[in-house]
């Protein structure tokens, strides 16, 4: 009675994490985010490359000057409004950056790719092209505590910054001592504005002048608050990719999934009958929990992530066939249903346990060496994995203890073909 009732609350549960996870995913149009390779969007090559910085030193690049270059362009991205963004590298060290939905990728380019290096010198001279010539760097950006655009009193466009305490004490000095000269503020190599200083500045405030556009203001903005790139990057390749072919094989690939889960439907109910159908309805829910937690995650597919979703249809039924194929064989023996069940169960289980362990260990292989696509499949072979071996050894567990001693279980039921000698056991 007790292990009866265990069951009973295993299926309520099961049911209950079915209808958390059609909140996820109703409406069906819209709760997965779509990647790069079935939306359409631009995708972004940059080249890492080691340069000289009179205030820094020489730029390297290393691993952890790139994943923090990766994480200031995942920053400057969700800055944009961008959903959904990818930021990956590959084996040549470029950072490729996919941004789903996005068919005009100029602007993304140009706020992206900026190394927002910000510098203030004194301007000593101009040149006879009318170029300034000047002095070593008194102040970068790396004080910053805020940026933003706006207007300024006199209607001009401005971006405001605001140094912490110790870029405020620099600014203040730097001011105080170069009273009447002019403040080149320098934005990656260019001159955005050069003031004259009329007096020292306390405050810990600087503004950037002559900006053409609002647009303009917001970018430079946008690039100072997320800080300076550790590296220089140079842009390899820009391409829009149309959703055209996406959409096709999107639904080339729920076309392969239907027709994949029928043939092992028609499979599992010729082998094993009712035991069969019984797979059959945890394979239903493992579909379910897949989805909900794809859509919970807000996780963007891809054409290899759906190729990861079909091949776990057959992993996830790939637990009941070891576990129906020892309950069949210990029938056969001539064991009582609890006795074939419970050593099906327990015969099994160590080969599935194994067999999921490979494939994961698989699967966080591909995650830690692959690319942004490869990755995609890996998580959802992953996923698909854990959630197929959680609807196998528990769901489809609880369901069968529950029906066990039913007069509907015979021999015909878990698919041995009738005989008088295996009528009754």
Known sequence: MKNKLGNIIIVIIFIIIIGVCFYFIYPFNTSVKLGLDLKG???????PTESKSDSQGQQQVTDE?????QL?????????????????????????????GVDDPQRAIDVIGKT???EFKILESVDENNKPVLGPTLLTGDKLVK??????QNGQIIVQMSFNEEGAKQFAKITSENVGKRLAIVLDGEVKSAPVIRQAITGGDAVIENIPTLEEAKDIALVLQTGALPVNL???????????????????????????????AILMVSLYRGLGLISILGL???????????????????????????????????????????????????KSKVASFTEGFRNALRAIIDSNITTLITAAALYRFGTGP???????????????????????????????NSKAVTPGFVGIKLSPKNKEF
């Open 72 to 100: 200031i362009i995942l920053n400057r991205i969700d800055k944009l409004g961008i959903s959904e963004p990818l930021v990956t590298r590959d084996f040549n060290r470029n950072i490729i950056v996919q941004l789903p």
């Open 374 to 404: 490869i990755r995609g499949f890996a998580v959802t072979l992953a996923i698909g994995v854990i959630i197929s071996l959680f609807t196998a050894v528990i769901f489809v567990r609880a369901v069968l203890f529950l029906v066990v």
């Open 41 to 47: 969007g631009t995708q972004i090559i940059l080249k």
């Open 147 to 152: 940026a933003s655009a706006g207007y300024s």
């Open 234 to 264: 140079e842009i390899q390749e820009s391409q829009t990719i149309g959703p055209t072919l996406g959409h096709d094989s999107l639904k080339q690939s729920i076309l392969a999934g239907i027709i994949g889960f029928s043939l092992i």
């Open 284 to 334: 239903i829910f493992y579909i379910i929990i897949f989805w909900g937690v794809i859509a919970g995650l807000k996780t963007a597919l891809t054409l290899p992530g759906i190729a990861g979703i079909v091949l776990t249809i057959g992993i996830a039924v790939d637990a009941n066939v070891l576990i129906f194929s020892r309950i069949k064989e210990e029938m056969l023996k001539g």
């Open 116 to 118: 927002a290096q910000l």
């Open 65 to 69: 000057s790139l994943d923090k270059a």
